[in-house]
């Protein structure tokens, strides 16, 4: 089917950066992007859609989530990373059974979609819930089924985690018309040990060549930062280099306190930092070096991490804060741009999750397309649309999150999952883990 949207204003990509189109035109053939432009096309197409007072823009990819932590949302407030992590989640997490990770997941979703987030990148437990519920949703996600080892002394031959590492992307990786992109995952340096790594780091290098790429936590906190010197005698980026973990491409969540050569590590290997605002400011971790990452050229991308530790999923959010918490840190009110940002949450993204067919709104890429409703009283007189957007804009004012041409998400109605079903499921979850709460 071919699908018209016209009278909208959009964020449409040319010569490497974002066009405003005031009231333009974007075709739909099938799940691909056929025209971009002021013009009406000349070509015929099956269907219209008036879009007349919202933005499209590129749907929104979120690079670092744990999707069921939603279930843990609040839980452990005000504790500093580690307490939280091991006081507070742990627990919690110990006591989830495969049901309340689908609850979980669930509800991840709804929210997602319902914030203009058309794909995500996720690291938690059972990841082939999210892939089977996936099926029906119909959105894009790059999963791991995460390795750690907790036992210093733990032999690599030992570790249960690493052949379902390996099984989940030799079955899954691709699936869904290439939606679900299985990746490696290392949690953190602190959660595993020397020869579990190396021998994961030689396991999973023949896979490079099968598009392969890998998830990691890297210097989240100081503490973790320091005491990686501690233990190792080199920083994280340092350490994980010297395991091999960085021979194939890498996304890298935080690194809040990556020093200059960490960061020279990470631009060598061509890795990925992902930037956490809000998790980061609300566990106390500090300021990531973003701007100076971008100077030095690294593809900086943007996520929630869990609802756990940030409390939502809100990209509008993040993008809100890394435009002004930069420009605080370093008293610049132009350090951090407004496209700069739109473009670490869109098209730095989809590189980093290793998708070169979305990101960005032009002819030949995928239909991931998100419809922002500009006639709000926040949102008024918006004299620039893109800087409106990062400002301004809210998550309540998506109005339609769409991927691949097929609309998931509509004025609050949700076409591919249930949503009444997915907040009795959370409650049920909720209720035994957390005696009734």
């Known amino acids: 089917m071919k699908l018209l949207l016209k009278n909208a204003g959009i964020l449409a990509w040319a010569d490497d950066g974002f066009r405003h189109i005031p009231e333009g035109y974007l075709g739909i053939d099938g799940d691909i992007i056929d025209y971009v432009g002021a013009e009406r096309p000349a070509a015929p ?89 996936n099926e029906q949703v119909g959105m894009k996600v790059n999963l791991t089924r995460v390795v750690q080892a907790f036992d210093p002394t733990e032999p690599p031959e030992r570790n249960f985690r690493i052949p ?71 920083t994280p980026a340092a350490w994980f280099e010297a395991m091999g973990v960085f021979d194939l491409p890498a996304a890298a969540a935080h690194c809040v306190w990556c020093t200059p050569e960490d960061r020279a590590i990470l631009k060598a290997h061509g890795v990925s930092p992902i930037h956490n605002p809000t998790s980061n400011l609300k566990l106390g971790s500090g300021f990531a070096p973003v701007p100076e990452m971008l100077e030095q050229g690294l593809n ?38 407004p496209a700069a940002v739109l473009r670490m949450a869109t098209v730095n993204g989809a590189r980093l999750q290793g998708r070169d067919d979305t990101g960005c709104l032009a002819v030949g890429m995928k239909a991931d397309v998100v419809a922002v409703d500009m006639d709000r009283p926040h949102l008024y007189p918006a004299f620039e649309a893109l800087p409106m957007l990062v400002y301004a804009a809210q998550a309540s004012d998506v109005a339609m999150t769409m991927v691949d041409g097929r609309i998931l998400y509509e004025n609050g109605e949700y076409l591919t999952i249930d949503r009444e079903k997915a907040l009795y499921d959370a409650k049920k979850a909720v209720e035994r883990l957390y005696g009734g709460k």
């Not at 993008?319 to 420009?327: E, G, T």
């Open 45 to 133: 197409y099956d269907a219209e859609k008036d879009l007349r007072g919202k933005l499209l823009i590129p749907g929104l990819i979120n690079c670092h989530c744990h999707a069921a932590m939603t279930l843990l949302r609040g839980v452990g407030s005000d504790l500093p990373l580690d307490r939280w992590l091991f006081e507070a989640m742990f627990p919690v997490e110990d006591r989830m059974k495969t049901d309340d990770f689908i609850a979980g997941n669930e509800l991840a979703i709804l929210e997602m979609l319902a914030s203009g987030v058309t794909s995500f990148s996720d690291m938690y437990m059972e990841p082939q819930t999210l892939i089977e519920l």
């Open 164 to 234: 379902e590492s390996l099984a989940l992307f030799d079955q899954f990786h691709g699936a869904q018309n290439g939606r679900v992109r299985v990746d490696f995952g290392v949690h953190a340096e602190y959660t595993i040990n020397d020869a579990v790594t190396r021998y994961y780091a030689d396991r999973i290098r023949p896979y490079r060549d099968r598009g392969a790429r890998v998830q990691l936590h890297l210097s989240e906190t100081k503490k973790e930062h320091e005491e990686c010197i501690a233990r190792h005698g080199m």
């Open 300 to 337: 900086v991308a943007l996520g929630t991490d869990g609802a756990a530790s940030n409390n939502n999923l809100n990209m509008f959010e993040e993008m809100h804060l890394a435009a002004i918490a930069h420009n605080g840190r370093r008293l610049d009110a132009v350090l951090m741009p």
